[in-house]
C-alpha cells in the first residue's frame, strides 16, 4: 500500500514538473509573440524606427569570407528609397558576361558609400561615373557597381573574386575608408557554428525584435572590446581626440586588421597581374566634422604608401570633400552616408582622376604602370616563397 503510494505521489510530480514546463513554454511562446508584435506596430508607426532593418535585404553568403550578400533580383523599399538588385545581386542595372566590342569596363568595389545607402540608385557616384565617362568620351564604358554595406577591404577583395572578375574588368577602383581595419575577416565555420550561423540569419529575416535585440547585444559586445568603436560615431560626446585613439588603435603594426587589409592588397595585387586589369585606390574620409581632418590623413597615407609601392593609381577624396560642411553633403544627421551633392562631388573627382591618367588604357597583358618596378618583383618573389 505505501509503495503504490509513493509511485503514484512520483508520477504527479513528473506530471506536474511536466505541466509546470508546458505552461513556461507558452508563457515564452506568448512573450516573444507580444514583443514581436510592438516592434512590428512600432516599425508601421515610424517609418524611420531603428527597428527598419537591413537583414530584409540581405542573405547568409556561401562564401567564408563574405558574411553576406544582397538578395537577387530584389525590390525593396528601405526608409524612402528603392534597392532593387539584378540577377548577380547587384545594386545595379545586368550587365552581359562577355564584354561588349570598344568596351572599357570598370569594377566598383567598396561599403556602403558605393552600394548608396540613403540614395536612389540614379544619385550614387558609381551610376553617376559611368554617365560622366559615357557622355565624354568616345568608347563605351560600364561601371559595375559591386558596393556591399558593412564590408571591409578583405570582403571587397573576395567580392571581386566571387563576382566581378567574371565580368573581365579593365580597371577597378576600391574604395578605402578608414574603418576598413577594424573588422576581421569571417573565418570558415563547419558543423554546429555553421548551422547556428543559418539559425541567426532565418531570425534575422523574419524576426524585426530578434533584429533589433541582435543589434543592441553586438553593439554593446563590440563596445567592451573597443573593436566597433566606429558603431558609435553618432554620439555626441565623442571628441575628436578620441577618434583619433582609436584610429591610433586599428594602425598600429600589431593589429589584426590591419596586417589583413595589408594582405589583402598584395592579393590584389596578384589578381590584376593575373586577370590583366589595373589599379586605382580611392580614399574616402567619413562625412562628420572629427573626422574631416588633416590629423586623418595619416592614416590613409599607411595605406597609400604600400598601394603605391604594389603600383596601384591612388586618389585622395579629401580635397574635394574637405570644402563643404560635412552636413550639405551627408543624407541626413543620423545617415552619414552622401547625399546627391556628395555622390556628385565623388564621381567628379574619380571622373577627373581618370581622363588625366592613364588607367583608361587598356593594360597590356600582366603589366601593371608602375614606377617601383623593383618593389614589385620583391612582392612577387615574396608570395611565390609563401
Known amino acids: 500500500m505505501i509503495y503504490g503510494t509513493v509511485k503514484f505521489m512520483q508520477k504527479t510530480k513528473i506530471k506536474n514538473i511536466i505541466y509546470g514546463m508546458l505552461v513556461m513554454f507558452i508563457a515564452i511562446l506568448f512573450f516573444l509573440a507580444l514583443m514581436e508584435a510592438a516592434a512590428r506596430i512600432t516599425e508601421f508607426i515610424r517609418p524611420g524606427s531603428v527597428l527598419k532593418t537591413t537583414p530584409r535585404i540581405y542573405t547568409l553568403s556561401n562564401s567564408n569570407r563574405l558574411g ?51 540614395s536612389p540608385v540614379e544619385r550614387i557616384y558609381p551610376t553617376l561615373l559611368e554617365n560622366k565617362l559615357n557622355n565624354g568620351l568616345s568608347q563605351n564604358y560600364d561601371v559595375i557597381n559591386l ?9 571587397e577583395i573576395e567580392m571581386l573574386k566571387l563576382k566581378g572578375l567574371k565580368y573581365s574588368p579593365d580597371l577597378v577602383i576600391l574604395d578605402y575608408s578608414l574603418d576598413d581595419t577594424q573588422s576581421d575577416t569571417i573565418n570558415a565555420e563547419k558543423g554546429i557554428r555553421f548551422f547556428l550561423r543559418r539559425i541567426n540569419n532565418f531570425f534575422l529575416r523574419k524576426s524585426i525584435s530578434y533584429s533589433y535585440f541582435r543589434s543592441v547585444v553586438t553593439k554593446l559586445k563590440a563596445t567592451s572590446k573597443n573593436d566597433r568603436f566606429i558603431a558609435n560615431l553618432n554620439d555626441v560626446n565623442l571628441s575628436k581626440k578620441k577618434y583619433l585613439n582609436y584610429l591610433d588603435t586599428i594602425y598600429s603594426d600589431d593589429y589584426k586588421g590591419f596586417r589583413q587589409v595589408q594582405d589583402s592588397l598584395k592579393e590584389l595585387y596578384d589578381l590584376s ?27 590613409f597615407e599607411k595605406i597609400e604608401n604600400q598601394s603605391k609601392q604594389l603600383g596601384f593609381e591612388t586618389l585622395s577624396l579629401f580635397p574635394a570633400l574637405s570644402q563643404y560642411d560635412t552636413d550639405s553633403i551627408a543624407v541626413s544627421q543620423t545617415d552619414r552616408h552622401p547625399n546627391k551633392i556628395g555622390h556628385e562631388l565623388i564621381a567628379s573627382a574619380i571622373y577627373e582622376k581618370l581622363i ?31
Do not use: A, C, W
Open 356 to 386: 588625366n591618367s592613364t588607367l583608361l588604357t587598356k593594360p597590356k597583358n600582366n603589366i601593371i604602370n608602375t614606377n617601383n618596378k623593383l618593389e614589385i618583383v620583391e612582392v612577387v618573389l615574396q608570395n611565390e616563397q609563401e
Open 147 to 155: 558596393g556591399l554595406f558593412g564590408i571591409n577591404t578583405i570582403e
Open 273 to 299: 597581374v593575373k586577370h590583366n586589369f589595373k589599379v586605382l585606390i580611392v580614399f574616402t574620409p567619413e562625412l562628420r566634422p572629427f573626422t574631416m581632418t588633416e590629423e586623418t590623413l595619416v592614416y
Open 68 to 118: 553576406i550578400e544582397v538578395i537577387p533580383n530584389l525590390e525593396y523599399n528601405f526608409e524612402g528609397y528603392l534597392i532593387k538588385t539584378n540577377n548577380d545581386g547587384l545594386r545595379d542595372k545586368e550587365y552581359p558576361l562577355k564584354k561588349p566590342e570598344n568596351t572599357f569596363r570598370i569594377v566598383e568595389l567598396g561599403g556602403s558609400f558605393t552600394f548608396g545607402m540613403g
